[in-house]
């Protein structure tokens, strides 16, 4: 089974603060991440996605991968309390066409 | 922006009712998914589709069926619905190329 791991939490930080999420994965064919928010209620929306090794910024949030580790991470800089929502690390082996979901972790901002 | 349409945003069937829910892209998307999401359990692939009258399982097809006779239009069939199967269900379509999820705005089951 492939797998993609998070940590459930809830991740609790300080408004303006970084927070920074995590997640591992099990299959090394996995060739593109993607990261989705979730508001309680509401469908995922994609927010990043990476498929390169290294960082890729977009406004406060950056995603960073590293294939030899198998980990993926998205870091949320100047967090706002509208950031908490849960996230949703996916990865995608393009020879399956479909997105394996790691359950979600749960982040806080409180102002 | 793509646009993904659920037809019902929250449904409440009885047990034993056939249940329908129809989603609608407008993209032009090749690929098209169904999944249920309840507390615990994240997200759970119920079936999906990579073309016209196309369908595969996915982890959890048991009590679920599915249609697809028009690229634009993916449909779950609750065959029988029961308790079990009240849950969040999920919507998403993508195009083959490598790219993620688009997802519907979710109908809420409940199933009495």
């Known amino acids: 089974q492939k797998e993609v791991e998070q940590n459930s939490g809830p991740l609790s930080v300080p408004e303006g603060a970084i927070a920074s999420l995590n997640c591992t994965y099990s299959d090394r064919g996995s060739q593109s991440f993607f990261w989705y928010r979730q508001y309680s209620g509401k469908s995922p929306e994609l927010i990043m996605f990476?498929?390169?090794?290294g960082d890729k910024e977009d406004g406060r949030f950056t995603a960073q991968l590293n294939k030899a580790s198998q980990y993926v991470s998205l870091l949320i800089r100047d967090s706002q309390p509208s950031d908490s929502a849960t996230y949703l690390c996916?990865?995608?082996?393009?020879?399956?066409?479909?997105?394996?979901f790691g359950t979600g972790t749960r982040l806080l901002v409180s102002p | 922006d793509v646009k993904v349409t659920q037809s019902s945003r929250y449904l409440v069937k009885r047990t034993g009712e056939k249940v329908f829910l129809e989603c609608v892209q407008d993209m032009d998307h090749e690929n098209m998914f169904w999944y249920r999401q309840d507390p615990g359990l994240g997200l759970r692939l119920i079936y999906f589709s990579y073309d016209v009258k196309m369908k595969e399982k996915g982890d959890i097809p048991e009590g679920y069926s599915v249609s697809r006779e028009k690229k634009e239009r993916f449909s779950l069939i609750l065959e029988s619905a029961s308790t079990n199967q009240t849950s969040m269900y999920l919507c998403?379509?993508?195009?083959?190329?490598?790219?993620?999820?688009?997802f519907g705005s979710g109908t809420r089951l409940t199933v009495v």
């Open positions: 996916a990865g995608l082996n393009t020879g399956f066409q479909k997105l394996v």
């Open positions: 998403a379509s993508r195009t083959g190329q490598g790219s993620g999820y688009t």
């Open positions: 990476i498929y390169s090794n």
